[in-house]
């Protein structure tokens, strides 16, 4: 049984940085690419950033780009989602997920994804 589950959200002031995990279980974690989507209130989900199986390859929507990184440890089974320069418009539910099908690339689309986890709030004030 495939198992996704994020931490690392809450409330902060904007300029801050916070750390979001994805620990995943019931998969062979690194052959596939993950994904950090995000949804704000009465928002679409939409995808934020993406890392191939090996991490050798990234991808960032333009409003992230510069403030957060994506890393993965395969060892850990573990995605994370580095965000600095916080500002309020990144207030969001975060979710990661797991795209069974994407071994070399990173897909944008969230109907690609096969697994998600609950997700974790992330609050910037301002």
């Known amino acids: 049984q495939v198992r996704l589950a994020e931490t690392g959200g809450g409330l902060v002031q904007a300029g801050d940085s916070l750390r979001l995990s994805c620990a995943a279980s019931g998969l062979s974690f690194s052959t596939y690419a993950m994904g950090w989507f995000r949804q704000a209130p009465g928002q679409a989900r939409e995808f934020v950033a993406g890392?191939?199986?090996?991490?050798?390859?990234?991808d960032y929507t333009d409003s992230v780009k510069g403030r957060f990184t994506i890393s993965r440890d395969n060892a850990k089974k573990t995605v994370s989602l580095y965000m600095n320069s916080l500002k309020p418009e990144d207030t969001a539910v975060y979710y990661c997920?797991?795209?069974?099908?994407?071994?070399?690339?990173?897909?944008?689309?969230?109907?690609?994804?096969?697994?998600w986890g609950q997700g974790t709030q992330v609050t910037v004030s301002s």
């Open positions: 997920a797991a795209d069974l099908s994407a071994v070399s690339y990173i897909p944008r689309r969230e109907s690609s994804y096969d697994y």
């Open positions: 890392i191939t199986g090996s991490g050798s390859k990234t």
